[in-house]
């Protein structure tokens, strides 16, 4: 059954790729859950899978995530919402250039990752990311259980091509926002942020076949077992009793007994349903013995 489970989870995998390199139109992306395969191991994250104190998973509730950040030139912000398209409820980007995630009136609410740079007079945004292209990757390869990296691109919808990558470390102690936003390693439009979620801890499963489990390991220290009382008794006697041959063997008539027994204990629950079988089958009279 759990090669049956890979076998779907790349399936759905390689469809994703797919879709992610196709770039299609559609709104509802069920980019929240993914799982790969390493070691052995497959690591299952689904980030909108609810837990305590978090019921709609790592989604902020706000509609979308904010990082501001200050310069002496003006104020950044950067915007951003895992797995779907923002929402503003308060506080929208007011910005030109928006044509790429809503336009005037909606900015921000058609992409999944936005910058916005304001300047004495002006701001200016830049769409990177929207969530019908997210792929996803491990933060340390060496260590999947860090967490996921999810990365947003704008797949050449919009100049420049742009991307916005959020690392979720796995917590188990609570949730720790983004604080800051800072370019990556592939050039200024390419951005990455952290946070620290429960969502980023994977559910693992043991995909390998290798090992005894639990009932093999019974088995075998049974049979270890069995194996040292043998070569003990069979030294003891031939050392101090001066046995040889098969009367070197411990406890060598109850060993010789055993298939009889053996019968004996197999044939006793039978016999009675072997009863109740002649009862039915052979006729009235009595049987007569030849």
């Not at 994250?45 to 979308?64: A, Q």
């Not at 069979?234 to 063997?249: D, H, K, M, N, P």
């Not at 039915?280 to 007569?288: A, P």
């Amino acid at each position: 059954m759990e090669w049956l489970v890979a076998f779907v989870v790349s399936f759905l995998a390689l469809v994703r790729i797919g879709d992610t390199q196709s770039c299609g139109n559609s709104e509802v992306s069920d980019a929240c859950a993914w799982a790969t395969t390493t070691n052995g191991k497959m690591y299952s994250f689904n980030l909108v899978s609810p837990t305590k104190g978090y019921p709609h998973g790592i989604l902020s509730e706000d509609g979308f995530y904010k990082i501001s950040a200050k310069s002496k030139d003006g104020e950044t912000n950067y915007w951003f919402q895992l797995c779907e398209h923002m929402k503003f409820n308060f506080n929208p980007p007011l910005c030109e250039n928006c044509e790429g995630c809503g336009g005037l009136g909606h900015c921000g609410e058609t992409c999944s990752a936005l910058v916005s740079s304001s300047y004495p007079g002006y701001s200016l945004c830049t769409t990177l990311g929207y969530p019908e292209s997210i792929y996803y990757s491990l933060i340390n390869q060496d260590k999947p259980e860090q967490g996921v990296r999810v990365n947003m691109t704008t797949c050449n919808k919009s100049k420049p091509n742009c991307s916005f990558s959020v690392l979720v470390y796995c917590s188990h102690s609570g949730f720790e926002p983004p604080k800051t936003a800072m370019n990556g390693t592939s050039g200024e439009c390419n951005l990455e942020t952290a946070l620290k979620h429960p969502a980023g801890c994977p559910v693992v499963t043991n995909m390998s076949k290798k090992g005894w489990g639990w009932f093999g390991s019974l088995l075998f220290m049974l049979l270890l077992i069995f194996v040292v009382y043998v070569a003990v008794g069979i030294g003891y006697r031939v050392t101090v009793l001066g046995a040889s041959g098969f009367e070197a063997i411990p406890n060598l008539d109850t060993w010789r007994a055993l298939p009889s027994k053996i019968q004996l204990l197999v044939e006793y629950p039978i016999s009675p349903c072997m009863r109740v079988y002649y009862g039915f089958t052979e006729n009235s009279y009595s049987r007569m013995s030849t």
